[in-house]
């Protein structure tokens, strides 16, 4: 699996940044048991997406922290992916063919954790709001609403944390 994705898609060889999205990573997800053993990885790729892989590897691509404004909204994300891979079954990217209900699960579960490890979570509605505009069929735009909507509902544990957009755009070499 991962190497037909990274024969496709390359991994970042920007030793900086993927120092900076494990760290942002593992901070997120440290809450959980074993979260310390999650690596992250960064593709070349220019079109947005994230995904968990077997052995506790989440992916995410250049063009997915293209979408992102702050280290809360790459926090989220992050985290949404450590939670699917602790899903059932759940290893699948980000945008294929999975259940709006269950993504909207996951990017609950994101923020969740994200917001634990102090961000402000809220800005990730922006991230899928972008997803959605960038999306090619109507079941994904239709599938990116819903999550939208079930977004905006997430408990006030949103707020009140920090989004760290400058050190985002300093790291990320944006």
């Not at 074993?34 to 995410?60: C, E, N």
């Amino acid at each position: 699996m991962a190497a037909s994705l990274f024969a496709r898609d390359p991994l970042t060889p920007d030793g900086r940044l993927l120092r900076y999205v494990n760290l942002v990573g593992r901070t997120a997800a440290e809450t959980l048991p074993g979260a310390i053993r999650y690596r992250f990885a960064v593709t070349q790729s220019d079109v947005p997406y994230s995904l968990s892989l077997p052995g506790k590897f989440v992916v995410l691509s250049r063009g997915m922290l293209f979408v992102m404004s702050s280290e809360a909204d790459l926090a989220v994300t992050l985290s949404r992916e450590v939670c699917r891979e602790r899903q059932p079954g759940g290893l699948r990217e980000s945008g294929g063919e999975t259940d709006p209900a269950l993504e909207s699960g996951l990017d609950a579960c994101g923020a969740r954790l994200a917001s634990q490890a102090g961000y402000d979570v809220s800005g990730y509605l922006h991230v899928l709001e972008s997803l959605r505009e960038r999306a090619v069929s109507a079941r994904d735009v239709a599938d990116l609403q819903r999550r939208i909507e079930a977004y905006k509902t997430i408990p006030d544990f949103s707020r009140g944390g920090k989004t760290l957009a400058d050190r985002f755009r300093s790291s990320a070499i944006l």
